[in-house]
């Protein structure tokens, strides 16, 4: 399609702010049970992450990188295309990367592997 003015008036056709209405109208309960279940497990995360900072003796002024490990892993974690040796790999990357950034990997690995369940990966 070469003609922008043509190009111009299609989309006005196609996206009006009536049926854009229309749309989150009709999916707006799964949005927002979908956001409550993601915020409630980001919560959770994040509380489970603080406890093995505890118990490691991390200093809080750390807290705010660790944790910011943890919601990268919770990222990762909720992909549905990322698993098995893959995922461990994706998830060393991160333990490796907030390493280098001068946090301790014996507690990155703890996160790891308390909190998310994810082994080292395999050699």
Not at 68 to 90: E, P
Request: a positive charge; glycine letters at 4%; aromatic letters at 8%.
């Amino acid at each position: 399609m070469n003609d922008p003015t043509r190009r111009i008036a299609r989309w006005r056709a196609k996206f009006t702010p009536e049926k854009q209405m229309a749309t989150v109208a009709e999916i707006y309960d799964d949005m927002v049970r979908r956001y409550e279940e993601a915020a409630v497990a980001l919560c959770t995360m994040e509380s489970r992450v603080k406890q093995v900072l505890d118990i490691a003796g991390v200093h809080t002024s750390l807290y705010v990188a660790y944790l910011d490990y943890g919601r990268q892993l919770f990222r990762l974690s909720r992909k549905l295309d990322v698993s098995g040796n893959s995922f461990a790999l994706a998830a060393q990357v991160l333990l490796e990367k907030w390493a280098n950034r001068g946090l301790d990997p014996a507690v990155l690995a703890q996160i790891r592997s308390g909190v998310f369940s994810i082994s080292p990966p395999a050699p």
